[in-house]
């Protein structure tokens, strides 16, 4: 059994995690915002009294916010961090980019703005190195964002690999949400690694960089009303939004969150992934096939598709890139979920939860 501290333990991705850790026989603290977050996830997991715990930490963006969360008695042994702490809105974009040029160039640096996805990330590897000596590795959600290079459009001749770092800038990253989303999951993955580097701690560092991530919600503790972007998606084709147009927009190849939360657990476990980016990805996918799933599982919903002959949700001509996902199947020893049993299972879930 391993002491181990999850951070944003409400989350889709770190509910997951929780579960998976639990069922290992794992002993876990998770970080909450509040104790109503608490009592809610005591609810979604009972029986758990003795092996689960918690500590709030209201904004996990501050410089401090983990230095009394880190500390426990028993004390921990590894971190999971899968709480995100960016916030980036468009209201912050336009306060740069309507700024005269010697004004922009502060406003870039101003804690309002991509900070907060990098302090959030340093500020549990401090707290960790001054007051965790018995932590010995760190998992940290990344993101496929952190590698992806989007200048590149689909780019169907390519292989995204480890070895690959977003290219994005800050000043790209400042010209709309999206490009901030993506370039913050790079800007603190990078200043992770640098940690390590310069701080040479007495524990090891591994990350996970999902693709879009779908899957089952844990009813009564996710609700229909606030899931995860891809989530969503999935649940507004089932209430009719797709029977007019398919929607094109996704990233073309997915992950489902339980294979995702596997990894995090794993890559805590095992010695051979210290130290070491892990992409995950189950395949390609687009809102077609989605659509198609959906259809051939549920007639229930069969009145709010879309038919055949409605445009949309395919591919782009020429195809699409790829993702290598062979370290996450040879080091931690995942096997990936198709499309339709994530499908499947993920709106299952929506009916439970309605």
Not at 198 to 213: D, M, N, R, Y
Not at 328 to 335: P, V
Request: aromatic residues 8%.
């Amino acid at each position: 059994m391993t002491r181990v501290l999850l951070t944003g333990g409400s989350g889709f991705l770190a509910a997951h995690v929780l579960e998976t850790l639990l069922k290992k026989g794992h002993s876990v603290v998770t970080t909450v915002r509040s104790q109503g977050k608490a009592d809610k996830i005591k609810e979604a997991f009972p029986g758990y009294d003795g092996r689960l715990d918690f500590t709030i930490v209201e904004d996990i963006a501050q410089p401090n916010a983990f230095d009394n969360a880190v500390i426990s008695d028993p004390p921990f042994e590894a971190i999971i961090h899968t709480a995100s702490p960016f916030h980036f809105n468009v209201t912050d974009i336009q306060k740069v980019e309507s700024s005269p040029p010697e004004i922009k160039k502060q406003l870039t640096n101003s804690k309002d703005l991509l900070d907060p996805a990098m302090n959030g990330t340093l500020s549990i590897l401090r707290a960790t190195q001054k007051s965790a000596p018995t932590v010995k590795t760190v998992v940290l959600t990344s993101s496929f964002a952190a590698v992806s290079n989007f200048a590149k459009g689909a780019w169907p001749e390519h292989t995204y690999t480890e070895d690959e770092w977003n290219p994005m800038t800050v000043e790209d990253a400042l010209s709309n949400p999206a490009r901030g989303y993506t370039g913050s999951k790079a800007l603190a993955e990078k200043a992770a690694w640098d940690f390590m580097q310069k701080e040479k701690p007495s524990f090891t560092l591994t990350t996970i960089l999902p693709t879009l991530v779908f899957g089952p919600i844990f009813p009564g503790l996710h609700s229909l009303e606030s899931m995860n972007t891809s989530n969503a998606l999935m649940y507004g084709i089932t209430k009719g939004m797709a029977k007019q147009k398919i929607p094109d927009l996704g990233g073309y190849c997915f992950v489902d969150v339980r294979e995702v939360a596997l990894g995090h657990v794993r890559a805590m476990e095992l010695p051979t992934a210290a130290n070491q980016r892990f992409l995950f990805s189950a395949g390609q996918y687009n809102n077609r096939l989605i659509v198609n799933i959906i259809r051939e599982n549920f007639p229930e919903y069969h009145a709010v598709l879309p038919d055949s002959t409605v445009e949309g949700g395919d591919f782009p001509a020429g195809g699409t890139f790829q993702i290598g996902n062979a370290k996450s199947k040879e080091i931690l020893g995942i096997q990936y979920r198709s499309l339709e049993d994530t499908v499947v299972d993920t709106v299952k879930s929506f009916q439970k939860a309605a």
